[in-house]
């Protein structure tokens, strides 16, 4: 959690934390806001990774101590929501975090009560999942929420492999498409939705 002055950051906006260690190779990394609790604070989700360099630094702090953060940027325009009925998200492992508060909005404003927005979440296991639970809660909401999970690294009864071709055929090209996730799952989601011919413009990116 972080304690500074939030003033109601918009919807999909991600902060850059910095890295104190001026030798390290990564000076700074996106974090997309998961959660605002005041107008004092907010929170991020960080997942450590063994060799991530800033998320061990992130997850090395105890409470009270500081980081140093970057201003807002890289928002959500939400007109694109309400112009677009049908949406699909598209989030691999952590990339899930900035569709939380995009959920939130979907569920709790009626004025989305004729959208549908189908998630598809992509995970290695089901123990990678995260809020999965929160996830199905959504569910109840203003907006018909649709969540579809694949795994690509457990046998079981659901989808398997990675993104492709054959997990978008249900949804129109001219869907909205929101992405997010490493690296390698977002260039393979550019190239699946270049190949089904939907518009840049029915595309946004989150970065982290």
Not at 93 to 105: A, H, K, Q, S
Not at 172 to 178: D, G, Q, T, V
């Given at each position: 959690m972080l304690n500074s002055?939030?003033?109601d950051p918009p919807i999909g906006a991600h902060v850059y934390v910095k890295n104190p260690d001026t030798l390290s190779p990564v000076s700074?990394?996106?974090y997309t806001i998961f959660s605002v609790l005041s107008n004092t604070k907010f929170q991020l989700l960080v997942k450590k990774y063994e060799e991530g360099i800033m998320s061990s630094y992130i997850c090395s702090l105890a409470?009270?101590?500081?980081?140093?953060v970057s201003g807002f940027d890289h928002f959500l325009d939400m007109n694109i929501l309400f112009g677009n009925k049908t949406i699909v998200i598209l989030a691999?492992?952590?990339?899930?975090?900035?569709?939380?508060?995009?959920?939130?909005?979907l569920s709790s404003n009626k004025i989305f009560k004729d959208h549908c927005c189908n998630l598809i979440f992509y995970n290695k296991t089901t123990k990678d999942i995260l809020m999965k639970d929160e996830l199905?809660?959504?569910k109840d909401g203003a907006c018909k929420v649709n969540i579809v999970h694949v795994l690509s690294n457990e046998s079981w009864h659901g989808k398997m492999g990675h993104i492709s071709m054959t997990h978008l055929e249900e949804y129109?090209?001219?869907?909205?498409?929101?992405t997010c996730g490493p690296k390698g799952f977002m260039d393979k989601?550019?190239?699946?939705?270049?190949?089904?011919g939907v518009l840049k413009s029915q595309i946004h990116e989150f970065k982290g």
């Open positions: 002055f939030v003033a700074q990394k996106p409470p009270e101590d500081c980081i140093d691999a492992g952590t990339g899930i975090t900035p569709f939380n508060r995009i959920l939130v909005e199905e809660k959504f129109a090209p001219s869907s909205l498409f929101l989601a550019a190239e699946v939705l270049a190949k089904k």
